[in-house]
């Protein structure tokens, strides 16, 4: 949450900072700001709403030349989304800005004691309280910036990203970092820093990957990174294995859109190199120890929303392929409950961003038991897999509209290698079935882009039922958590009033939400997999249909026994069963996006939502 961006060397700090900032835009839009230093003076513009509202303000009352600089795009913790609570933050003598992502938990106490010693606080923002702190140390230590933010971190509770410049250093921007992203982008005569590489991909790969309790000093032609105390720290140096035009739109609408397409691409990339010759699965890239996973006794994964969703695909294979009872917990909720975990338990922890803090506070609780913790994650050198025992990348590229797409069905395949490998190491599967399951794998790309071909038909329902006031989704087996992404998809795009259920729960009390003509999309299994859940289904179709639902069935293609019962058909290939959700899903994607598109609404970036949830 909340998007940071700084810039020190020769070019014009402005216009990379707002590039940087539009690519950034995904993890929040309450608000943007810019601070410059020119002439010794601290030059702020900052605007409510979206970039476009700053964009708009900096060619009304444009900002001086400048080759130092920081920018911020808002997700609103503390203080409502108004110019006023935008970042930057300017100390009361003007002389420091301050951008900030995360939230400072004793913020009210550090505000009482600033107000105590006489410091007008001008918003009601945590952000505020730093800016003036440092304002106050930077005199203490003659003017050393990055030992007053030092200073100043080693009293801030909380998760943070800190960004400050200083008026009378214009050459030098300083960052601080717990438990938020931030990561320094090295350039030749310039240096960037930003919460994730896409914001300055356009001129460095080049990227360092910053530990936790640090704090970095730019210049253009210098980094240093310290600890809290001001010890020398080292950092892990890491090369983008992708270029800024995977961060474009490429000539799609929507970045919704073209990730939707991305999808086969995704799925290829996330297998690729991880199956051998000789048909066995490598994992050697994942520091994955064979007889930690020989003396495991348990999995549990720990995710949130689409995330958790692949988890719970995830647990009907890897239970299946290895007898290992798998639990599926939301993060947030897992270290609440004093959850059974120990040294006997593999804890997999499924992020995109890698920055889900809720995730990551599990992660950290899972680690504290004692258990061994595997990351599945998109973002190379994220905190999520940096404090991971063994990390598998999904590899499906920059995920930027904020309903996640590729990285579902990305997350679905790495914990299926996961899976896959547990039963070769424990010897629980025969050779050909596990090469059976990796030739089914293996043709998934080509049946993920089949659907693409055919979603013409769920387009035009999608813009047909834009009215319907409420969307039911049903499934059984691994159509239940396809259900429940279906219905996140259609909430967080469409806005409007959709639940997932298990088939066979809804005669236990949601059938009461069955009136006449409410939409009810039904992933049907496949006939061929385990009739009796085909027939099972089938039975509740009928019980909603008996109510006045209209029947939407995902059905592959061949099922002609589902035609008498439903009132409209979307194929999807015949795949083997536990490959079902990566054909299923895409419609339901479409689905959701077309229907958001019908309404008017911004898909790219829903209402109250951003892509990287780095708050609890
Ligand atoms: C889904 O469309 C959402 N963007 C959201 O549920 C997301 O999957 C969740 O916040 C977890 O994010 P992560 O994968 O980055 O941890």
Redesign the pocket.
Known sequence: MCGIVGYVGQKQALEVVVAGLRRLEYRGYDSAGVAVISEGVLEVRKRAGKLANLEELLGADPLPQSTTGIGHTRWATHGGPTDHNAHPHVSEDTRIAVIHNGIIENFAELRDELRAAGVQLTSETDTEVAAHMLAREVPIVDGDLPEAMRRVCRRLEGAFTLVALDREQPDLVVAARRNSPLVVGVGEGENFLASDVAAFVEHTRHALELGQDQVVVLTPDDITVTDFAGEPVEVRPFTVDWDASAAEKGGYDLFMLKEIAEQPKAVADALRGRISKDHRIQLDETDLDESVLRSITKVVVI???????AGMVAKYAIEHWTRLPVEVEL?SEFRYRDPIVGPDSLVIA???????M??LMALRHAKEQGARTLAI???VGST?PRESDAVLYTYAGPEI?????K??LT?IIAAYLVGLYLAQVRGLMFEDEIRAVLDELDEMPSKVDLVLDTTEHVRELARELADSTSVLFLGRHVGFPVAL?GA??LK?LAYMHAEGFPAGELKHGPIALIEEGVPVIVIVPSPRGRAVLHDKIVSNIQEVRARGALVIAIAEEGDEAIAPFADHIVRVPAVPTLMQPLVSTVPLQVFACEMATAKGHDVDQPRN?A???TVE
Do not use: M, R, Y
């Open positions: 995710a949130c929303g689409t995330a958790a969703h993060a499924i992020s995109q961003s890698g920055e889900t809720d995730t994650c998109n973002t999520i509209a904020v309903a996640s797409t990285a579902f997350q992404e996140l998809k967080e939502l892509k990287s949830v």
